[in-house]
């Protein structure tokens, strides 16, 4: 299934974080609104069905990973482990994931039933065939972007073919597209202000596993935030301790306000003043405790992970010699 999703501000819009460069000619020239009409239907009595669950790149959000390790029951690291390759998120310096196709380049959540977690799939998957980008015209940048969607169209789906007509609107209220889109926004706007820098912005490699594992491993942000040095740097209210201790969505929430603070500068969190102060005082290097506790983790989880796809490897080879 080719995806879609949002853009960042460009004088016509490029495609999206989500969706595979390969058919920019797929894409319909038309911008559509909320309230234009789609004229589609996928559902399982279409011939091409499934068709489009292969040679796909779904990026995962750290929503979609949340959602889909609830009916998993797996904690983070072994959904990684198990579902997801590391990818740099399109036109950034932002590493992530995507899920990881089998050897026939179809997903792993794919029978010929259909989708095996169809309540919980990803939101690129719950947007195709249509995409959502934001437009600034030309000389115009500090204005609001205008947002749009626009039609995937691929010669082998046959959903277009249906009757069936819709808005847009319509369509994303069917596809559960207004929830993720609000789990995702604070995420997004990261990744799209980090793509508005263009690839010749570089952030350091630690900065890089930081986002890594805030975005992909909430358990071990946990960890991070708890057990390591963070709240003696971070001045964090009791109320949100309380809170993202045990509420994922809360803590999902939280590191993205700890992301945009440490990627952008911005002051979503307060370092602490005697922080800031021993900081000027010592003249430290940018490198603070909580950023070296962070990294042994993220090591750490990089060797975990290493060493379970050696061992996925090693029992596919078994099985099938045996
Ligand atoms: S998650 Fe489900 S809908 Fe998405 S590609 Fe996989 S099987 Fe298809
Ligand atoms: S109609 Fe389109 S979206 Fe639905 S299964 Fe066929 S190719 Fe996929």
């Given at each position: 299934m080719s995806k879609s999703q949002q853009t960042p501000q460009s004088p016509s819009f490029d495609k999206s974080l989500f969706a595979s460069d390969n058919n920019p000619s797929n894409i319909m020239p038309a911008k559509l609104t909320a309230d234009s009409i789609l004229k589609f239907r996928c559902h399982p009595?279409?011939?091409?069905?499934?068709?489009?669950?292969?040679n796909i790149n779904i990026i995962l959000t750290p929503y979609d990973i949340l959602r889909l390790r609830r009916p998993l029951n797996l904690s983070a690291e072994e959904f990684l482990l198990r579902f997801t390759t590391p990818v740099y998120l399109e036109k950034t310096d932002l590493p992530g994931v995507k899920i990881h196709l089998d050897?026939?380049?179809?997903?792993?959540?794919?029978?010929e039933e259909g989708c095996t977690i169809y309540p919980y799939r990803p939101t690129t998957c719950r947007y195709y065939p249509v995409g959502m980008s934001y437009f600034h015209a030309a000389g115009n940048e500090g204005s609001p972007a205008e947002e749009f969607y626009f039609l995937v169209k691929e010669?082998?789906?046959?959903?277009?073919?249906?009757?069936k007509e819709q808005t847009v609107r319509e369509w994303r209220v069917e596809q559960g597209i207004d929830e993720s889109d609000e789990m995702n926004r604070e995420w997004m706007e990261i990744v799209m202000r980090r793509k508005s820098f263009g690839l010749q912005a570089t952030l350091s490699e630690l900065a890089q596993k930081m986002f890594f594992m805030a975005s992909t491993d909430l358990d071990k942000f946990r960890d991070f935030v708890f057990s390591s040095s963070f709240l003696d740097t971070y001045d964090i209210d009791a109320e949100t301790l309380a809170k993202i201790k045990t509420d994922d969505i809360a803590l999902m929430k939280f590191s993205c306000k700890y992301l945009a603070s440490s990627i952008?500068?911005?002051?979503d969190l307060t370092i602490k003043e005697e922080k800031v102060k021993a900081r000027v005082e010592q003249n430290?290097?940018?490198?603070g405790e909580a950023e070296k506790q962070a990294m042994e983790t993220y090591e750490e989880l990089r060797r975990d992970r290493d060493l379970l796809k050696q061992q996925i490897e090693g029992q596919k080879k078994t099985d099938k010699k045996s």
């Open positions: 009595g279409v011939s091409c069905f499934t068709n489009c669950c292969g050897e026939n380049g179809r997903c792993p959540f794919v029978t010669p082998y789906c046959k959903g277009h073919e249906e009757p952008f500068g911005t002051k430290k290097s940018t490198q």
